[in-house]
Nanobody
Framework: VQLQASGGGMVQPGTSLRLSCVVSGDDLENYAIAWFRQAPGKEREGVAC????????YYADSAQGRFTISSDTTKSTVWLQMNNLEPEDTAVYLCAADRLGGPSPGTIWLNPNYYEDESWGQGTQVTVSS
C-alpha cells in the first residue's frame, strides 16, 4: 500500500488546517491509518488513528479535543482536521498504515515503533507561527 500526505502549510496560531492521506494499492477498509508528527530534534509521536473497518478512533492526549480523524473509504482518503493550532503543533505530519487482521491493538497504533519502514508515507510540513 502507498500513502501520500498533503494539506500542510504555514498558518497563524488559532487557525485550522485539514490534512489528507490518500491510500493507493489496496482498499482503505483493510487498514488502520494513523497520523504521526515529528518536530525538529524530537521523536516521532502518534497523533490519531482510525480503524477503517469499524471506524473506531484513537487520539493522543495532545490531540484530544482539537484534532479529528475521519475517512471515506470510497475516496481512499483519511483526513486529520486540526483546529485551534498552536506553535507547538509545528512538525512534519506523516501517515502510516497497518493492515487489519486479528485483535485490534488499539492505542498501540499510536506507537511509531509498531510500524515497519514500508508502512509510512511521505510527510507534509505544518508550521504554526505568527
Amino acid at each position: 500500500v502507498q500513502l501520500q500526505a498533503s494539506g500542510g502549510g504555514m498558518v497563524q496560531p488559532g487557525t485550522s488546517l485539514r490534512l489528507s492521506c490518500v491510500v493507493s494499492g489496496d482498499d482503505l477498509e483493510n487498514y488502520a491509518i494513523a497520523w504521526f508528527r515529528q518536530a525538529p530534534g524530537k521523536e516521532r509521536e502518534g497523533v490519531a488513528c482510525i480503524n477503517n473497518r469499524d471506524k473506531r478512533t484513537y487520539y493522543a492526549d495532545s490531540a484530544q479535543g482539537r484534532f479529528t480523524i475521519s475517512s471515506d473509504t470510497t475516496k481512499s482518503t483519511v483526513w486529520l482536521q486540526m483546529n485551534n493550532l498552536e506553535p507547538e503543533d509545528t512538525a512534519v505530519y506523516l501517515c502510516a498504515a497497518d493492515r487489519l487482521g486479528g485483535p485490534s491493538p488499539g492505542t498501540i497504533w499510536l506507537n511509531p515503533n509498531y510500524y515497519e519502514d514500508e508502512s509510512w508515507g511521505q510527510g507534509t510540513q505544518v508550521t504554526v507561527s505568527s
